[in-house]
């Protein structure tokens, strides 16, 4: 059974892990930044998580916890408060951060974090709850839309050069974190079909 709750200081160090190995979904196709370096920027800004858990009115941080697993927690989400959305001038919510253990997707996991998020928003006063998908990032955007996301704005990016503009620099397939864990997710479901049932007695 998972459950969602504020996150306690004792989560912190699962909250960074899960942080740091799901950094490498979240960058664009299109740039070349190494992951090296989008983990260690990553890691600079958990150095503050330890303060935001406890400033309640500035944003929220909630984790999900598999009670069957002896109360692991297998995800997270930290809300922002306040934001302003630059047309209307009205308040809302953001989603600065979500991360789910691999071991989980495709379990709802995200889906309960993002419902809760949304609860909260809506005891804080907040009629919308923002968020940024990369686009490049499918299974996230499908994911969204299911959960019942709208797509409001589309950002637009621009490689600069001497001369004006430049082709972007584009990332290599072993980089691509977003497609490589679906590729892993494949093989790996392609391997366990593979692989002789051993429950039944018989030898391999």
């Excluded at 899960?18 to 930044?33: K, V």
């Excluded at 907040?126 to 709208?150: C, D, P, Q």
């Amino acid at each position: 059974m998972i459950e969602i709750r504020p996150a306690q200081l004792a989560d912190l160090p699962v909250i960074k892990r899960l942080t740091l190995e799901c950094a490498d979904l979240g960058i664009p196709a299109n740039r070349d930044i190494s992951n090296e370096a989008v983990r260690a920027s990553a890691e600079e800004h958990l150095a503050g998580l330890d303060r935001l858990i406890y400033r309640r009115r500035q944003a929220a941080v909630l984790v999900a916890v598999d009670h069957a697993a002896s109360d692991a927690v297998v995800g997270f989400i930290i809300l922002e408060f306040d934001q302003i959305e630059e047309t209307t001038g009205e308040r809302q919510s953001f989603i600065y951060n979500l991360a789910v253990d691999s071991n989980y997707f495709g379990k709802y996991v995200g889906h309960k974090l993002v419902w809760e998020a949304a609860k909260v928003s809506y005891q804080r006063g907040f009629r919308y709850m923002t968020s940024r998908v990369t686009a490049s990032n499918e299974r996230a955007l499908l994911s969204a839309i299911k959960l019942g996301f709208e797509i409001e704005r589309y950002q637009l990016t621009l490689a600069c050069g001497p001369e004006g503009r430049v082709p972007m620099p584009g990332r290599k397939m072993s980089e691509r974190g977003h497609a490589v864990s679906r590729l892993l997710r494949k093989r790996k479901g392609q391997t366990q079909r593979d692989t002789p049932n051993q429950t039944s007695g018989e030898s391999p």
